[in-house]
């Protein structure tokens, strides 16, 4: 087993950034392929992007490509979310999820749940 704890979340102006960070403890992190989901109030919890158990590949939701990039530090045990020029259609309570059973891209894959951490934009 895994737990996961979000941290970084906050509040920015639009075209401002935040990183995300996603310590995990428990198992070996880098056995777990890890990904970021986000909720918006009164939506469906929704795929951010994902990365592979090594780092070397990396999935995004076209929303966010080229303004989010996902990274992590196996020997950290720590997974990022560095976010970039921020827009209000961003704000979202962020997860860290890992060990996927299924499609990368789909909730109900993972296992293991962050508690989440809010990122709100104003414009």
């Known amino acids: 087993q895994v737990q996961l704890v979000e941290s970084g979340g906050g509040l920015v102006q639009a075209g401002g950034s935040l990183r995300l960070s996603c310590a995990a403890s428990g198992r070996t992190f880098s056995s777990y392929v890890m990904g970021w989901f986000r909720q918006a109030p009164g939506k469906e919890r929704e795929f951010v992007t994902a990365?592979?158990?090594?780092?070397?590949?990396?999935y995004y939701a076209d929303s966010v490509k080229g303004r989010f990039t996902i990274s992590r530090d196996n020997a950290k045990n720590t997974l990022y979310l560095q976010m970039n020029s921020l827009k209000p259609e961003d704000t979202a309570v962020y997860y860290c999820a890992a060990e996927t059973r299924g499609s990368i891209y789909e909730r109900a894959s993972y296992v293991y749940w962050g508690q989440g951490t809010q990122v709100t934009v104003s414009s």
């Open positions: 990365i592979s158990r090594r780092g070397g590949s990396t």
